[in-house]
């Protein structure tokens, strides 16, 4: 794990493509990766543990649905790793972490065949890396938005960060020293059958949430207000547009979303190191931008000088 000294200095810098976590796929789901056996070995195994949340036909009811269209602009671009990953460290909700590697292979098989995908003479592997190898469905172009509400910039640059992206930042790089799953003795919160050690988003909410579920949605809140970056009229604090047609920018922002996927990847492992690890992505994307655009050399970040000189690199 990357320890506190090397990593803090960087957590507190905010303005922001990483490498990805996985490999570039070789074969999809339609590639007929599962059995039929597999499927319904899946099929009673997911009636037992998951069809009270997601539906007796993976329609969804308390939790997402398993198929349909809604499920595929989730994980059709993903490997099948991550949705094995996913019922891994989190299925089923009321006792997650205790499937099997096998009995989760079997899931996927039953989803797949669900979501009628063919199948094969050849069992879905368990292990990592032959899940890694396999996309789930190949993306598809997204169409065109016909007469999208337009939506003009309220904060300037400085309040989306101080308001979305530096808190959401630094609930994850509280990570590298609490583990958000470790159970406390005090101040404890009912979590259906377990108790967890509240994890403060500057305490608010610390009553509310267990520590992964901010972890998790810290995540999505880096990857989903990155694009806020480029939104057209928006202002620096010094009143200098902020340069969102700059392709240094763009990518800037576009660097800033993958950190979010990738520590959001993190905390779907349930795993306090391999959040710790992804801190680095975020103080990267940061990093990369300030260096061009907020920290300006031969001056402090509060001189006049330095604040009047920001978004412009």
């Known amino acids: 794990m990357n320890t506190l000294?090397?990593?803090?200095?960087?957590?507190?810098?905010?303005?922001p493509l990483v490498?990805?976590?996985?490999?570039?796929?070789?074969?999809?789901?339609?590639?007929?990766?599962?059995?039929?056996?597999?499927?319904?070995?899946?099929?009673?195994?997911?009636?037992?543990?998951?069809a009270a949340c997601h539906g007796d036909m993976l329609e969804g009811k308390v939790a997402p649905p398993l198929t349909g269209s809604g499920f595929l602009a989730v994980w059709g671009a993903q490997p099948l790793s991550d949705l094995a990953g996913k019922i891994r460290s989190t299925m089923p909700a009321d006792d997650p972490g205790k499937l099997k590697p096998s009995d989760i292979a079997d899931l996927v098989a039953f989803i797949l065949q669900t979501g009628k995908f063919p199948g094969g003479p050849n069992e879905?592997?368990?292990?990592?890396?032959?899940?890694?190898?396999?996309?789930?469905?190949?993306a598809k172009p997204r169409a065109a938005a016909s007469q999208a509400?337009?939506?003009?910039?309220?904060?300037?640059?400085?309040?989306?960060m101080r308001g979305i992206l530096f808190p959401s930042s630094n609930i994850i790089f509280n990570v590298q020293t609490n583990d958000p799953g470790a159970p406390s003795k005090s101040s404890e919160i009912a979590t259906g059958t377990r108790a967890t050690k509240p994890f403060s988003w500057t305490d608010w909410g610390s009553g509310i949430y267990t520590g992964w579920q901010m972890?998790?949605?810290?995540?999505?809140?880096?990857?989903?207000?990155?694009?806020?970056?480029?939104?057209p009229g928006r202002r620096c604090e010094n009143g200098r547009p902020v340069p969102v047609d700059?392709?240094?920018?763009?990518k800037f922002a576009e660097e800033m979303a993958e950190a979010g996927r990738i520590a959001y990847r993190a905390s779907q492992m349930r795993?306090?190191?391999?959040?710790?690890?992804?801190?680095?992505?975020?103080?990267?994307?940061?990093?990369?931008?300030?260096?061009?655009?907020?920290?300006?050399?031969g001056s402090r970040p509060a001189d006049p000088a330095a604040l009047a000189a920001r978004c412009t690199p």
């Open 19 to 50: 490498p990805a976590l996985h490999s570039q796929p070789s074969r999809t789901a339609n590639d007929r990766v599962y059995t039929a056996a597999q499927a319904a070995r899946g099929r009673t195994l997911y009636r037992e543990k998951c």
């Open 149 to 160: 509400p337009a939506f003009p910039p309220l904060g300037n640059l400085n309040q989306v």
């Open 124 to 138: 879905l592997a368990a292990d990592e890396a032959a899940l890694k190898s396999i996309l789930l469905a190949a």
């Open 246 to 250: 700059r392709p240094d920018w763009i």
């Open 271 to 297: 795993s306090q190191e391999a959040v710790s690890d992804a801190t680095n992505e975020i103080a990267d994307a940061c990093l990369h931008c300030h260096q061009v655009y907020r920290d300006k050399r």
């Open 215 to 231: 972890v998790d949605y810290a995540a999505v809140a880096i990857t989903e207000s990155a694009p806020l970056l480029l939104t």
């Open 5 to 15: 000294a090397r990593l803090l200095p960087r957590a507190l810098l905010l303005v």
